[in-house]
Structures are given as C-alpha cells and as structure tokens.
C-alpha cells in the first residue's frame, strides 16, 4: 500500500494538513497513519435518513469517487460521519439521538472498519471522551499483528457548538 505521507500543521490562523517532502521526493512512510487520516478527515455521505447539522440544508456530503467504488475498483466509502455532530448538543445516552460521545465512537469505527475487512490491519481500537464544556476528543490505535500499533488523537471536533 504505496501512498504519500501527511502531516498535520498547525498556527494562529488553524490547522490544516499538508504533504510531507523527503530528500526532495514526496514521503512515502506512515502509509497507514495517512490512510486513517483521510478516512478520518474526510466527509462520509450522510444516509437520507439522517439528520443534518443545519436544518436548513439538504447537503449530505460525501465524496463522488464514492459512487460504485466497490464495484469499479474494489475500494470502499471514504471518510467519517463525524461532521454530522459539528453542531450537536454533547448529550447521554438518554437524548433522542442517544450519547454523543457513542456516536462519535461509532462513526469513527464505521470510517475505520474496512481496513479490517481488506485486512489492512489487525484490530482498532476507538475512544471518545469528554473534554471540558464543549469538546470531544477521539483516540484510535490501529494494530497490524506483529508491528507496531499506530496511535492517533483527533482533538476539537466541538471547536465551534452551538447551544441546541
């Protein structure tokens, strides 16, 4: 699995990823750790049945590539459901929707679960806690049998809630 490695870069304005540069080529190690990222990081089409963070839009997201990706080219969905919480009350177990901190578990396990199916890796292992009023934090460890496992920490996915 040949691909180019990303890093995240952050400043005063946000944070953003870009691509890495080695010895004046692009950087092909964390091949996996840049495979999440993207899984992670990017949008996953919303089913017609859920509810979208603006009511007002009729956007549901996703990626045109997605479209058959399986049949054409023996891929799978890209990208993570997260985004439909960006303007979520964090809630328990007991509002309409169920807790917040599960369903962020839950999408991030869905974006994640065919790198186990195409046995890309081993095991995942995903968890959301709350941190302070307004954030969420996820924590992935991706093992691949006998290598190492990959840690990573996605942080802020609140950054910007409203008080629904």
């Known amino acids: 699995m040949t691909d180019i490695r990303l890093v995240n870069r952050t400043n005063l304005a946000g944070i953003?990823?870009?691509l890495l540069y080695k010895n004046g080529s692009l950087d092909e190690t964390e091949q996996l750790a840049t495979?999440?990222?993207?899984?992670?990081?990017t949008d996953r089409l919303a089913d017609a049945d859920e509810t979208l963070p603006d009511p007002d839009s009729t956007d549901r997201r996703g990626w045109w590539g997605d479209t058959d990706a399986e049949t054409i080219w023996d891929g799978w969905q890209i990208g993570c459901k997260n985004w439909?919480?960006?303007?979520?009350?964090?809630?328990?177990?007991?509002?309409?929707?169920?807790?917040?901190?599960?369903?962020?578990?839950?999408?991030?396990r869905q974006a994640l679960q065919p790198f186990i199916d195409k046995a890309?890796?081993?095991?995942?292992?995903?968890?959301?806690?709350?941190?302070?009023?307004?954030?969420?934090?996820?924590?992935?460890?991706?093992?691949?049998?006998?290598?190492?496992?990959?840690?990573?920490?996605?942080?802020?996915?609140?950054?910007?809630?409203g008080s629904h």
């Open 16 to 18: 953003w990823t870009d």
């Open 35 to 41: 495979a999440v990222r993207v899984a992670l990081l």
């Open 84 to 108: 439909l919480l960006l303007r979520a009350k964090i809630a328990d177990a007991n509002a309409l929707e169920g807790s917040t901190l599960v369903r962020a578990e839950s999408y991030t």
């Open 120 to 161: 890309i890796c081993s095991r995942i292992d995903v968890s959301a806690r709350r941190v302070g009023k307004e954030q969420i934090d996820v924590a992935v460890v991706i093992y691949r049998g006998p290598l190492e496992e990959i840690e990573l920490r996605f942080q802020n996915l609140w950054t910007e809630t």
